[in-house]
């Protein structure tokens, strides 16, 4: 993993995702967690002052190490213990059913195989447990899915292989989830081409 990667994305992503709607975003998303958590793509730890008193540990997992050094400071912070492992959604190291929970916040869009980081997903949540997302991705208007196919290279150039051309409420419910909240919508600030987003809670079927 290169110098980009590992120092001057993470600085970049850091600044760039911290912002007062994104944190909106994550406090409404995280209230509903409970038990054992595991965090996809723990990043720099934006996340981790919003995890409620319900949830008992959470482990992160983030393929990028150069994310440790930011993320340490918002894990000793945080009002819950989390443990950062480094590892790739694609192998997820949990067993069977050993999480109440699992979140990804704008990860999928990042993975290598979103299908089978889906599939983790489900093989780590117990019977009952929830999958709490927040993602951006294809949008289902013709006009701006237009503009996200013709620049989706450029943005995985600059952004760490971020795709815009994910279907993300199709690829969930195809991995067998089924939505019990949430919707698709755009975010205030930014291109309508990469802020068609998808939020909610999901469950197994």
């Known amino acids: 993993m290169g110098f980009y ?11 760039m995702m911290d912002t007062a709607e994104l944190n909106g975003q994550r406090k409404e ?23 409620p008193a319900a949830v008992e540990r ?8 150069g994310v440790q050094k930011r993320a340490a400071k918002r894990i000793a912070a945080a009002p819950v213990p989390i443990e950062l492992r ?13 999480f109440d929970c699992v979140v990804t916040f704008l990860v999928l869009c990042t993975v290598s195989d979103l ?6 997903i489900s093989r780590v949540l117990k019977p009952g447990g929830r999958y709490l997302l ?4 294809l949008c289902g208007d013709p006009q701006v899915s237009k503009w996200q196919h013709r620049l989706n290279g450029l943005q995985q150039c600059l952004f760490g292989g971020c795709q815009l051309t994910r279907p993300v409420r199709k690829s969930v419910e195809r991995a067998g989830f089924k939505f019990e909240t949430g919707h698709d919508f755009f975010l205030e600030k930014g291109p309508r081409f990469g802020t068609f987003c998808t939020t909610g809670s999901a469950s197994k079927q």
Request: charged content about 25%; glycine content about 10%.
């Open 58 to 65: 959470v482990v992160g997992i983030d393929p990028n190490d």
């Open 5 to 15: 990667k590992r120092t001057v994305l993470p600085f970049f992503m850091d600044k």
């Open 115 to 120: 299908d089978q980081t889906l599939a983790e």
């Open 86 to 98: 480094t590892a790739a959604g694609e192998r997820l190291p949990a067993d069977d059913a050993s």
């Open 29 to 51: 998303l995280l209230a509903s967690a409970r038990g054992r958590v595991l965090e996809v793509g723990f990043g720099t730890g934006l996340n981790a002052p919003f995890f």
């Open 134 to 137: 927040f993602e951006h991705g």
